[in-house]
């Protein structure tokens, strides 16, 4: 799903809307009692309102140099791997060179988590009146801190089957 413009003002609303409903685990209890957001324009008014036009951008620095570094990984495992193992693609099968990119996509998704975690964690916070991360060096810290290097790859696998499948 890295194709997505990350950092846009849609990806963050529909970030925001998609984990918010009554009930979710990354909504704290507090947050639920006072209404959450119901529909994709209801979490891009609450943005609006609380936030302003930055809150949409809330995770775009993370989220270019995510989508850059994955790019660059995935691209540059491809095409070298290409090189080095199928000399002659006209002669290599369709499914080995299927299973090579989804072998390279799955490690750029496995290497690159971290950083996803982050953007999401940013841009889950536009519209919060209670903002928990200042900013990417505050995320990273506090993530680290209260949860150490498994708190970077919480759902990592679902990611990584879900960007293969």
Same mark, same amino acid.
């Given at each position: 799903?890295?194709?997505?413009?990350?950092?846009?003002?849609?990806?963050?609303?529909?970030? @925001?809307?998609? +984990? !918010?409903?009554?009930? &979710?685990?990354?909504? /704290?209890?507090? =947050?639920? @009692?006072?209404? +959450? !957001?119901?529909?994709? &324009?209801?979490?891009? /008014?609450?943005? =609006?309102?609380?936030?302003?036009?930055?809150?949409?951008?809330?995770?775009?620095?993370?989220?270019?140099?995510?989508?850059?570094?994955?790019?660059?990984?995935?691209?540059?495992?491809?095409?070298?791997?290409?090189?080095?193992?199928?000399?002659?693609?006209?002669?290599?099968?369709?499914?080995?060179?299927?299973?090579?990119?989804?072998?390279?996509?799955?490690?750029?998704?496995?290497?690159?988590?971290?950083?996803?975690?982050?953007?999401?964690?940013?841009?889950?916070?536009?519209?919060?009146?209670?903002?928990?991360?200042?900013?990417?060096?505050?995320?990273?810290?506090?993530?680290?801190?209260?949860?150490?290097?498994?708190?970077?790859?919480?759902?990592?696998?679902?990611?990584?089957?879900?960007?293969?499948?």
């Amino acid at each position: 799903q890295q194709e997505r413009a990350q950092g846009s003002p849609h990806v963050c609303s529909s970030t @925001r809307w998609s +984990s !918010s409903g009554p009930g &979710s685990r990354l909504m /704290s209890a507090k =947050a639920n @009692r006072s209404g +959450s !957001s119901s529909t994709p &324009s209801t979490a891009f /008014s609450k943005i =609006a309102v609380n936030d302003g036009i930055v809150g949409f951008y809330r995770g775009i620095g993370i989220s270019l140099l995510l989508t850059t570094c994955y790019r660059s990984t995935y691209f540059g495992l491809f095409n070298m791997g290409k090189e080095r193992f199928f000399p002659d693609t006209k002669k290599t099968g369709f499914l080995v060179m299927w299973a090579f990119g989804t072998f390279t996509t799955a490690i750029g998704n496995f290497v690159f988590y971290p950083l996803d975690t982050i953007r999401r964690r940013l841009m889950m916070q536009a519209g919060r009146s209670d903002v928990l991360y200042a900013g990417t060096t505050d995320c990273i810290k506090k993530i680290y801190a209260k949860e150490g290097t498994r708190g970077f790859f919480k759902g990592v696998v679902p990611n990584v089957i879900r960007s293969v499948g």
